[in-house]
């Protein structure tokens, strides 16, 4: 097995409970963590034959732009499509961060995090 990992990941989006959250937006940060065979890859120096880290910011991105009141909810989005979109992932650990949240402190950011293996 092996690990790809997206560190840092940012984008500017519209999550939140609050009406303002989704007319203003905020930054946000993802940090994506797949396991995956690396093995065949490692020899054969094929795209092809590995996990297309291209393709996993793309989801990422996309899912990201569609307004979800709960972190929780756009993560689950991102790890479910990573998870049909991509047969060989076998386990994936995701962190959405929501960059200065209006929660009314100096808070840099508030992060869930959720790990999830393939059935």
């Known amino acids: 097995m092996g690990t790809i990992k997206l560190n840092n990941i940012r984008t500017y989006s519209y999550h939140g409970c609050l009406v303002e959250e989704g007319k203003i937006g905020s930054d946000y940060r993802v940090d994506l963590e797949i396991k995956t065979d690396l093995r065949k890859s490692s020899q054969s120096d094929e795209l092809a034959d ?14 990201m732009a ?6 929780e909810h756009v993560a689950q989005r991102i790890i479910t499509r990573c998870f049909a ?16 949240p209006p929660i009314g402190g100096d808070v840099e ?5 959720m790990e999830e293996f393939r059935n």
Do not use: F, G, Q
């Open 66 to 71: 569609i307004r979800s009141k709960l972190l």
């Open 85 to 100: 979109e991509i047969p060989s992932i076998s386990r994936i650990k995701l962190a959405v961060s929501k960059l200065n």
């Open 109 to 113: 950011a508030v992060t869930i995090e």
């Open 50 to 63: 590995t996990v297309d880290y291209v393709h996993l910011n793309k989801i990422v991105v996309e899912e």
